[in-house]
């Protein structure tokens, strides 16, 4: 069984950083794309980030330039460091996993709460 369990997240300032960890369960781990996703109140679900197995990453434009996702495939963890917090980073902060063609595990999501 695959879980994954986020956490990190908190209530900051902007400009503030914060460094979100999702660890994962399995044996798929290394060869898995995982991702983080956010959902705010009155808004869809968005990609956040993604990291290949390969390392290839992209990022929504809004957290471009702001935010960096990395993994750690020895600690079966994913990380999101997010720099220069903005309000509209408010959100649930939820992390994926993606192999052999499905998204095989969700997380129960970590709130980020960023005040003006």
């Known amino acids: 069984q695959v879980q994954l369990v986020e956490s990190g997240g908190g209530l900051v300032q902007a400009g503030d950083s914060l460094k979100l960890s999702c660890a994962a369960s399995?044996?798929?781990?290394?060869?898995?794309?995982m991702g983080w996703y956010r959902q705010a109140p009155g808004k869809q679900r968005e990609l956040v980030a993604s990291?290949?197995?390969?390392?290839?990453?992209n990022y929504a434009d809004s957290v471009k330039g702001r935010f960096t996702i990395s993994r750690d495939n020895a600690k079966k963890t994913v990380y999101l460091q997010m720099n220069s917090l903005k309000p509209e980073d408010t959100a649930v902060y939820l992390c994926?996993?993606?192999?052999?063609?499905?998204?095989?595990?969700w997380g129960q999501g970590t709130q980020v709460t960023v005040s003006s």
């Open positions: 994926n996993m993606y192999w052999g063609g499905r998204f095989l595990a």
């Open positions: 399995g044996t798929v781990f290394e060869s898995a794309t």
């Open positions: 990291i290949t197995s390969g390392g290839s990453t």
